[in-house]
């Protein structure tokens, strides 16, 4: 079993950065590709990226390509998320997930509890 927390949300203004990361416990979790969702208040979660487990590729969603960038660090089990250019329909509660190498949520083994990002105009 793997347990994911969440941390470095915030809020910001529009144009500024924040940097999400995801630490992860168990030995295994290194095995896992991972992700970042995201879910504003009255829309589904809505997947943002992955990366795969030896952190080689990347995958984002087109709303967020050039301006979000994932890593992670496998010695310390540790993803990140890095965002820059924000923007206030990047408002979300941002969740980092394992298990799996798609898009949709469903397909997901391991979730954290999510970290409020909020984008002020």
């Known amino acids: 079993q793997v347990q994911l927390v969440e941390s470095g949300g915030g809020l910001v203004q529009a144009g500024g950065s924040l940097r999400l990361s995801c630490a992860a416990s168990?030995?295994?979790?290194?095995?896992?590709?991972m992700a970042w969702f995201r879910q504003a208040p009255g829309k589904e979660r809505e997947f943002v990226g992955s990366i795969s487990s030896s952190g080689a590729s990347t995958y984002y969603a087109d709303s967020v390509k050039g301006r979000f960038t994932i890593s992670r660090d496998n010695a310390k089990n540790t993803m990140y998320l890095q965002m820059n250019s924000l923007k206030p329909e990047d408002t979300a509660v941002y969740y980092c997930?394992?298990?799996?190498?798609?898009?949709?949520?469903?397909?997901?083994?391991?979730w954290g509890q999510g970290t409020q990002v909020t984008v002020s105009s």
């Open positions: 168990g030995r295994t979790s290194s095995r896992y590709a």
């Open positions: 997930a394992g298990g799996s190498r798609g898009t949709s949520p469903i397909s997901y083994m391991f």
